[in-house]
């Protein structure tokens, strides 16, 4: 299995090792807020801790770990154009699969001009993109992202995150590839299911976002689990739980 999007760095090392013995074999770390990103410094010291002590720490699991790196919504820095400028070189190392997460928060207009400037970057260099979407105003925030996204991505190089019941409509016919995030206060098990019965298979990935907030690291192979108490077969549960990530990411 593979959890399309956590976030390693908040997490103890004993973690890796449930999810590994729960059949977790890789993972996808995203750059978030762990602390005040108040200067691009930070941001870049926060990226590089992802790429090589939290992908050893999961290694040295059995989790081959792999990073998503840019400037979260929450977690802006004033010179954050040093951090846009470097994203290059970082993605030059071959863990670094994917500019994230990034998205919009509440949507201002600072927001908008570096998520902005971040797919535009992942349009020219082709890498695939992870889109945060928040709790609060998911739907109008999921609008100004789509029409971002017209102008400015290859549509097939998103992911668009935490999806739910209520925004599954806006997306399902678009181009990007969704996700699916098990968590207390996001998805539950059931509610995962019920979208995967009703839209199918093709273009959901399953992840906990496990993070400093209340989390479950076992919620991929939870919810693989429940679907093989229910009507879906190997191969349907194969591409929500690893081949569509696998095929999206390169791994
Ligand atoms: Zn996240």
């Known amino acids: 299995m593979i959890d399309s999007h956590i976030h390693a760095d908040t997490r103890p090392y004993e973690d ?51 990073v998503a790196a840019g400037i979260h919504p929450r ?42 400037e971040q797919i535009k970057l992942a349009d020219k260099l082709k890498v695939p993109v992870i889109i945060h979407t928040p709790r609060k105003n998911k739907e109008k925030v999921i609008d100004t992202i789509l029409s971002l996204l017209s102008e400015n991505l290859d ?32 998805l539950t098990i059931d509610k995962a299911i019920t979208i995967l019965e009703e839209y199918g298979v093709d273009k959901f990935m399953l992840n906990s976002d496990m993070s400093s907030a209340p989390s479950d690291p076992l919620s991929v192979p939870k919810t693989v689990h429940k679907m093989r108490l229910k009507d879906f077969n190997d191969s349907e549960i194969a591409k929500v739980s690893y081949k569509n990530a696998e095929k999206f990411f390169k791994l």
């Open 16 to 66: 890796f090792e449930m999810m590994a013995i729960s059949g977790i074999e890789k993972a996808i770390t995203c750059a978030h807020d762990p602390l005040p990103m108040k200067s691009a410094v930070v941001t870049l010291e926060h990226i590089s801790r992802l790429q090589k002590l939290d992908v050893k720490r999961a290694q040295e699991n059995g989790i081959d770990l792999y």
């Open 75 to 116: 977690a802006i820095p004033t010179d954050y154009e040093k951090v846009i400028n470097k994203l290059p070189s970082i993605l030059n190392n071959p863990k670094v699969v994917a500019i994230g997460e990034i998205g919009l928060e509440k949507g201002s207009k600072e927001e908008l001009k570096i998520f902005k």
């Open 155 to 186: 549509e097939s190089l998103a992911v668009i995150d935490h999806i739910d019941d209520k925004v599954v409509d806006k997306v399902v016919d678009r181009e990007c590839m969704l996700g699916l995030t098990i968590q207390p206060g996001k």
